[in-house]
């Protein structure tokens, strides 16, 4: 490995690392000298993301977990340190909406296992990784958010919601921890092309009309969400905490 790779001697951990945005930012840290640690609840998917990292000559360890288990996680990452290390990295990714409703009919155990999954977890991965990090003298803790969480949007007031107030989690955890050495920041995608939005797949209205929101004139690339990631891991962005990258084609602006 190569001493001048940005995340050399380094140990990720990332959540929802099974598919999608998370499993390419796995392979980005990865590719930048950072042995990776792969959380998400299918451990069949999670060997598929650990056999894609093999060629990187990096090390993979996994661990299948619902995250929004405070014991589950404790559990699967006291065993990631035990094959890897202490982690220095976290990269909370793993969120997401899993129906979209009004919020005159949306039913509040709806609402909160959004709530749970885009907001809870993230601190208790946090929690769970702190005192490796503490003991490593510093950290960087990366969450992802969504634009949606900077512009309402009909029927995702619980996604939007969470990512929001997920902002006021990054801010506190940079202001709180920054006398560890941990520093917290946060990616903020706009539309992706991941897989996440494929039910739109033979809607050419639908994708018209969200391209032409985008002043870029298309939807972004999991690789442009991994790059400020790695970034923001890195000691490149030692004296950055507390802030939101906006990677959305200029959606928001």
């Given amino acids: 490995m190569s001493a001048s790779l940005p995340l050399a001697g380094q140990v990720a951990v990332v959540t929802g690392a099974s598919g999608g945005i998370g ?23 999670l060997e598929e993301t650990a056999a894609l990292i093999a060629p990187t000559g990096r090390r993979a360890a996994v661990a299948a977990a619902d995250i929004t288990d405070e014991e ?3 559990a699967a990452f006291a065993h990631l340190a035990a094959e890897l290390g202490d982690a220095s990295v976290l990269v909370n990714n793993a969120g997401g909406a899993r129906f979209l409703a009004g919020l005159e009919e949306m039913r509040l155990s709806g609402w909160q296992k959004t709530v749970d999954l885009n907001l809870k977890a993230p601190l208790i991965c946090a929690r769970a990784v702190l005192p490796g990090m ?13 634009i949606v969480g900077e512009a309402a949007q009909h029927g995702m007031a619980h996604y939007g919601a969470a990512k929001s107030a997920l902002g006021m989690l990054n801010r506190s955890l940079a202001r709180e921890w920054g006398k560890h050495g ?13 897989g996440a939005h494929d039910h739109y797949a033979d809607d050419d209205n639908m994708g018209r009309l969200y391209t032409a929101e985008i002043p870029l004139g298309r939807w972004g690339k999991p690789d442009e969400i991994a790059a400020p990631v790695v970034f923001l ?8 905490t507390g802030t939101a990258l906006v990677a959305d084609g200029g959606q928001i602006a």
Avoid: C, K, T, Y
């Fill in 23 to 45: 499993r390419v930012i796995a392979q980005e840290l990865a590719r930048n000298g950072a042995d990776v640690g792969l959380v998400a609840r299918r451990r069949e998917a």
């Fill in 233 to 240: 891991a890195s000691d490149a962005a030692s004296f950055i």
């Fill in 134 to 146: 503490i003991r490593r003298s510093g950290g960087s803790i990366v969450h992802i958010g969504s």
């Fill in 182 to 194: 941990v520093r917290s920041n946060m990616v903020v995608p706009g539309l992706v092309d991941s």
């Fill in 72 to 74: 589950q996680v404790a």
